[in-house]
Every structure is written in C-alpha cells, then in structure tokens.
C-alpha cells in the first residue's frame, strides 16, 4: 500500500499563492467606521442637558428619537 502512493518532486510543487483581502473589505471597514460614528453622536446628544439642547434647536424627546434608532440607521 505504501509503495503505490506517489510524492511529486520538489520541482513539480506548485509554490501557495498569495493571499488576497477582498476587493470589499475597505468598504466594509469604512461603512463599520461611519456607523460607530453615529452611534457615539447620537449617544453625545443623550447626555447634552436641555439648555444645550435649545441651543441647537432640539428638545429632550428629539434627542430621545434619534438616539433610540438602530445604529445602521
């Protein structure tokens, strides 16, 4: 059993190709990125007291609204 099994020679191993990130990957991360960042955003404007809030133009439950969507939004 032993004998039939053949080992290629050195010569004929192919070598490993590189491997390659996903043409996707840096639209990805980026997207990833932009969400964190709304989502630290929205939580800003939870803890800013309601004097902060009139001086942008918001009230509590605005705030409110726009902290309580999904972080994809």
Request: glycine share 2%; aromatic share 10%.
């Amino acid at each position: 059993m032993l004998n039939s099994i053949r080992i290629a020679p050195a010569s004929r191993v192919t070598s490993p190709t590189r491997w390659r990130l996903p043409a996707w990957l840096p639209q990805y991360f980026e997207a990833m990125r932009r969400m964190e960042d709304r989502q630290r955003q929205r939580q800003a404007l939870l803890e800013l007291d309601d004097d902060e809030l009139t001086d942008i133009g918001r009230s509590r439950q605005e705030a409110f609204d726009e902290a309580s969507k999904p972080f994809w939004r």
